[in-house]
């Protein structure tokens, strides 16, 4: 069964940085679309930005210019860098195809203070 395991997140002040990895069990990840998703708490998840099999991406509004999403084919890992956090970035992160695919993993927290 394909496990995803989202890593990274953390307490962090406004204006911050963190660096999410994503791994997932067995070669799963080429030649599709990867993103990163984010559910805040009362909101329904939503989709934050997404990276093609060679490397174009895509980013929510809210995010473009903070957020960088990457991946590495090789080690079958997908990771998204944020810098100038702001507490409207609170939620817990997933990673999935796009569109999403396999269960969810467990996600990582990410909480911003003002």
């Known amino acids: 069964q394909v496990q995803l395991v989202e890593s990274g997140g953390g307490l962090v002040q406004a204006g911050g940085s963190l660096t999410l990895s994503c791994a997932a069990s067995?070669?799963?990840?080429?030649?599709?679309?990867l993103a990163w998703y984010r559910q805040a708490p009362g909101k329904q998840r939503e989709l934050v930005a997404r990276i093609t099999p060679g490397g174009n991406t895509n980013y929510a509004d809210s995010v473009k210019g903070r957020f960088t999403i990457s991946r590495d084919n090789i080690k079958n890992m997908v990771y998204l860098q944020m810098n100038g956090l702001k507490p409207e970035d609170t939620a817990v992160y997933y990673c999935n195809r796009f569109p999403a695919y396999y269960s969810w993993g467990q996600g990582t927290q990410v909480t911003v203070s003002s």
């Open positions: 067995g070669n799963i990840f080429s030649g599709y679309y």
